[in-house]
């Protein structure tokens, strides 16, 4: 089993920069890679970034160039720092961790982004 608990949510303004953080415990030993996906009311929840073990990223056109996803292996954290923000970015941010045969989530965190 892995836990992941997320925090740095927020109301900010546009143009502002958020981090959020999810700091893994358990078997994450197993982890293969780690993302970030948000929910926005009424929408699917969709990927917004994720990091694998040796370093590779990958990110939403939406969020590309503005998003920034990062590990501290020591302190068994992924952040994502949020630049730019927009109206658009709103949403309840969730932590994902997956390995080849199970998935695991966070609780969520809201980021509100004021126009």
Do not use: H
């Not at 927009?86 to 997956?98: F, G, I, R, S």
């Amino acid at each position: 089993q892995v836990q992941l608990v997320e925090s740095g949510g927020g109301l900010v303004q546009t143009g502002g920069s958020l981090r959020l953080s999810c700091a893994a415990s358990g078997s994450i030993s197993s982890i293969n890679s780690m993302n970030w996906y948000r929910q926005a009311p009424g929408k699917q929840r969709e990927l917004v970034a994720g990091i694998t073990t040796v370093g590779t990223t990958n990110y939403a056109s939406s969020v590309k160039g503005r998003f920034t996803i990062s590990r501290d292996n020591a302190k068994n954290t992924v952040y994502l720092q949020m630049n730019s923000l927009k109206p658009e970015d709103t949403a309840v941010y969730y932590c994902n961790a997956k390995n080849f045969m199970a998935t695991w989530w966070g609780q969520g965190t809201q980021v509100t982004v004021s126009s």
